[in-house]
């Protein structure tokens, strides 16, 4: 993974180059770990200030840098704050801020943003959003992104009773996470819609099929970052145990709640969990 790849490098090196920073940051961000990114950030920040005032080699694409930087802070206060209003104000004023050419960095910004609006239960602006992100991740080469962001679309479709719409939109993405894989394995990010697919299927009654994806999806978000895989594996095992009638999803998820407890993302879990509670 890219976070295993970069933890080889010598600090050194990091922090002393801003878009190594920004990588590490992003990865950090992906993994759960929170309290590893700002002072990446600040790295990354000190850099340019060193460059402007000539004590530090000349950096390229400041205006850039400084983009990602504030988009990063953004997306933790997103998933730091359990005040949701805020988070999508800053999300929102970073968003209109970034240059529209900026694909890279709005991709996920965009993505935070309809995810924030699915909280608030204004899906029609969550749509508008993922839409978005799909389109800006795709042209700017984040597969990742872009698949999230088309499970969170299907979860929407199927919210409003479009079913086969999100049924098709979650079969895309399958395909596609196949596609953009550089290995026989497809992308993990795929896991989100397996699951999302197995729910539809389970509701047309489609018992063997839906497990099948359902199985394969809590595999695959298992290889996802630590927000992520929650947000994907607990709604898996509480749809496991409506399907195979079985009571030992809820020590599973004691255990994985467990293993979670003093992440920086507890709050965030915490409002997932309990969404994902008021579903059952």
Known sequence: TLLAWLSKLPDALITARPWLCIALAS????DGRLDGV??????????????????????ADHAKIRSAVRALRAS?????????????????????????????????????????YITRGEMITASRFLNETITLAQASGNPYVALIGMSC????????????????????ALRLGAEWSNSSEPLSATGYAHISLAEILYQWNELDEALQHLTRGIQLSEQCGTALFVQLFYPGL?????????TSSM????DLV???????????LSRLLDAWQSRL
């Open 76 to 116: 933790v206060s997103s998933l730091e704050d359990v005040n949701v209003q805020l988070s999508l104000e800053l999300l929102r004023e970073v968003f209109e801020q970034l240059p529209e050419d900026d694909t890279f960095i709005r991709s996920p910004i965009a993505l935070n943003l309809g995810m924030a």
């Open 251 to 254: 020590p599973e998820l004691r």
């Open 238 to 246: 509480a749809l496991m145990d409506e399907l195979q009638n079985k």
């Open 38 to 59: 700002k002072p990446l950030l600040k790295s990354a920040e000190d850099i340019l200030s060193s460059a402007e005032k000539g004590k530090h080699a000349t950096v």
């Open 258 to 268: 467990k293993r979670f407890e003093h992440t920086p993302h507890k709050a965030l």
């Open 153 to 172: 679309l299907a979860e929407i479709q199927a919210k409003m009773g479009f079913l086969h719409q999100a049924a098709e939109t979650d079969r895309r």
């Open 27 to 30: 990865a950090h961000i992906a």
